[in-house]
Nanobody, 115 residues
């Protein structure tokens, strides 16, 4: 089993920045990648940013140029640097780790952007 613990959420004004962190513990061998997700219309979770164990990254279009995902394989930690935050970025951000067909979720970190 893999346990994911997020930190770094909070309240920020529009245009500001926040950095989320997530550390995986437990059975962390051969993780394929880690990512950040948030609720989309219809309450499904959408991928915000993802990084593979090899360092390849992918972003949802709405955050490209504003968010940056990075990882530290030695620490099993992934970061999400969020800049130029917008009101519509307000959401609960979930960290997840992938191994094969399994995806392990964190509890979520609230990010609130105010005007």
């Amino acid at each position: 089993q893999v346990r994911m613990v997020e930190s770094g959420g909070g309240l920020v004004q529009a245009g500001g920045s926040l950095r989320l962190s997530c550390t995986a513990s437990g059975s962390t061998f051969k993780l394929d990648g880690m990512g950040w997700y948030r609720h989309a219309p219809g309450n499904q979770r959408e991928m915000v940013a993802h990084i593979t164990s090899g360092g390849n990254t992918n972003y949802v279009d709405s955050v490209k140029g504003r968010f940056a995902i990075s990882g530290d394989n030695a620490k099993n930690t992934v970061y999400l640097q969020m800049n130029s935050l917008k009101l519509e970025d307000t959401n609960v951000y979930y960290c997840a780790a992938d191994r094969g067909r399994n995806r392990y979720w964190g509890q979520g970190a609230q990010v609130t952007v105010s005007s």
